[in-house]
């Protein structure tokens, strides 16, 4: 089996596209190095999630926003589950959006980003960080245009101001013999476009293969692992691959350690129709594609299926 492809952004895009479309086609992971986002603006962000995640609990619980599905502020422990899981997941999270300006044609699809009073730089940096995400994220797109070939720039227009959610995750430390090897985030497959996930240096990261086997994802410190979502598969007819995947506890020391980590759910544009592309779809049989659907009732749909709607 080929291993999941590791490409600098750095290089022309002309020159990754197909490597990277490859391992996203074949295992619906890849990872990026030299993607733009800065190494002081990670650490710093890494360190305020850790100031956030360290206040009490009922400070913590202020920022929850009832009815909001989770969208913004704070989602406790014991709140999102896994699609057809029985458990609830390990973590606790907080969730930045897109801040829209007043009367922005798409506002009521976005609620307004709520921030921490106590936590000085929160907003300003976690701020800068979304804007960076969507930059080298959509650079990523613009490879996988290329691999498809589309133009460079098709994506561009289908993300503008697009529903995009930036995740701060803390999985608790867990104790006893139990906790090497503990499930922390059961399998589940991403709803959203592309996921670019910051802190998958810490291990613990799986992908199931095609052949039904869990697969270990790892990066170097400060690289992006980039998995395909529902919208992109469905987009493609499957060519690309939203693939399940789950978070497991480590083996040794780090099984009794808080894991920290920084997904960015890239969505399309709420009001963006995802239709097959045509190059996706086999001429011996023209039926054979999901049918056309909003992104924003697409993604209702599934925040039911996982207790955030």
Known sequence: MSDIASVSLARPLEEIADELGRSFAEFGFGVVRDHGIPQ?????????????????????????LPGGGGARGYTPFGTEKAKDAKVHDLKEFWHVGRSLPDGHALSEFMAPNVWPGEVDGFEETFAELYAAFEEAGGRVLEAIA?????????????????????????????????AEGAIRA??????????????????????????????????EKGALVINVGDMLDR???????????????????????????????????????????????????????????????????????????
């Open 186 to 219: 059961a399998a589940h497959g991403d709803i959203n476009t592309i996921t670019l996930l910051l802190g998958a240096e810490e291990a613990g990261l799986e992908l199931l293969t095609t052949e039904g086997k869990w697969h270990a994802v790892g990066s």
């Open 146 to 178: 290329l691999h498809l070939d589309l133009p460079r720039d098709f994506f561009a227009d289908t993300v503008r101001d697009g529903n995009s959610v930036m995740r701060l995750l803390r999985y608790p430390p867990l104790e006893g013999k139990e």
């Open 40 to 64: 002081e603006l990670i650490d710093r962000a890494e360190a305020l999630s850790k100031e956030f995640f360290a206040l009490p609990d009922e400070t913590k619980r202020q920022y929850q």
């Open 235 to 309: 987009m493609t007819n499957g060519r690309l691959r939203s693939t399940t995947h789950r978070v497991v506890n480590p083996q040794g020391e780090a099984a009794y350690r808080a894991r920290y980590s920084m997904p960015f759910f890239l969505h399309f544009r709420p009001d963006f129709v995802i239709e097959t592309l045509p190059s996706c779809i086999d001429p011996a049989d023209p039926d054979d594609h999901p049918e056309p659907i909003s992104s924003h009732e697409f993604l209702q749909q599934r925040l039911r299926e996982i207790n955030l709607a």
